[in-house]
């Protein structure tokens, strides 16, 4: 009883607020990117410290920035619910918490703006900690994702940028570990995780926004090249990805054994390929929402893979 007075509390309630104004559940995936890229360099678990202080350090990059695109977007945000509304009943994850709390009234842009720059300074705090480099990257992650939103309007290459900003974390995290990493390795890593942003994360959640997009003469994939060639964008990216991941194989410098090429090939198909291809095959709204889910775990599953292949 006294458990479920306290979840009730309206003071919880709005700590939910500003949880879902930075996508909590998906940003909690998302940090097992750079774990990820730090286990793909080190070959082992780092130190208990690294550990620590990269966890925090990716919480709060994470929370600062799903909020900074909240505060970027707000003026459009708040047109979406005059002209559109948004749906709380859609399939994804980013819809399991309030969608959008600035743009609907629940929550102040002066309380976004302050909650999104105290995570901002831990997040800056902790990278430059590890490594100044950390830092530099987390900055320049914050700036191209106020121009991917800055871009909604303007042109549909703003998916590139989301691509680069997705990178972030797991290129931060391997200068976490190593103040010299290879250059070979990076580029490979960055075009890994590029190619799944763009296929599993980015067009298919523009996908699930096309309607309300149209409204609003956005500029996104779906929107400005259809169903089908969006589909065809999706299904290359996420090939492309699915075989790179192959290649990191020969490329990090962590010891892998032949598990990993197997688990890769498994998870990117199962995770990745089939649900672009039922997106491809029906085109339905839902099946680019159950992709976007799906392709979410990617990240962890792939970890979870690099670490039973190095036992």
């Not at 709060?60 to 619910?81: E, H, P, S």
């Amino acid at each position: 009883m006294e458990t479920t007075s306290v979840l009730n509390h309206p003071g919880f309630a709005r700590i939910k607020l500003f949880f879902a104004l930075s996508r909590t559940t998906h940003g909690l995936l998302d940090m097992a990117t750079p774990a990820l890229g730090a286990m793909l360099w080190l070959g082992t678990i780092p130190s208990a410290a690294v550990i620590l202080l990269g966890f925090l350090t990716a919480f709060a990059g994470y929370t600062a920035v799903y909020a900074l695109n909240d505060v970027v977007d707000y003026r459009v945000d708040k047109q979406k619910v005059a002209q559109c509304g948004f749906s709380q009943s859609g399939h994804d994850l980013d819809t399991l918490c309030v969608r959008h709390p600035l743009a609907q009234g629940l929550l102040s842009l002066k309380e976004g703006i302050l909650w999104t720059v105290a995570w901002g300074m831990i997040a800056l705090l902790g990278a430059y900690t590890l490594n100044p480099s950390c830092a530099y990257i987390f900055i320049a992650g914050c700036v191209a994702e106020a121009i991917y939103c800055l871009l909604l309007q303007v042109s549909y290459l703003r998916t590139v940028v989301s691509g680069a900003v997705k990178t972030a974390g797991g290129m931060a995290a391997v200068y976490a570990v190593t103040p010299d990493p290879s250059v070979l390795f990076l580029i490979f890593l960055f075009l890994w995780l590029f190619s799944w942003e763009i296929g599993g994360q980015n067009v298919p959640n523009d996908w699930a926004d096309m309607k309300e997009d149209r409204e609003l003469d956005a500029e996104t994939i779906p929107v400005r090249f259809g169903p089908e060639n969006s589909a065809l964008i999706i299904f290359y990216s996420l090939t492309v990805s699915v075989l790179l991941s192959l290649v990191l194989y020969w490329v990090t410098p962590a010891r892998l054994s032949s598990l990993y090429l197997l688990g890769a090939v498994l998870t990117g198909v199962f995770q990745l390929l089939v649900p672009a291809y039922q997106l491809y095959r029906t085109g339905d709204t839902r099946d680019a929402s159950a992709l976007f889910n799906r392709a979410s775990y990617y990240p962890l599953t792939m970890l979870v893979i690099v670490l039973i292949s190095q036992i």
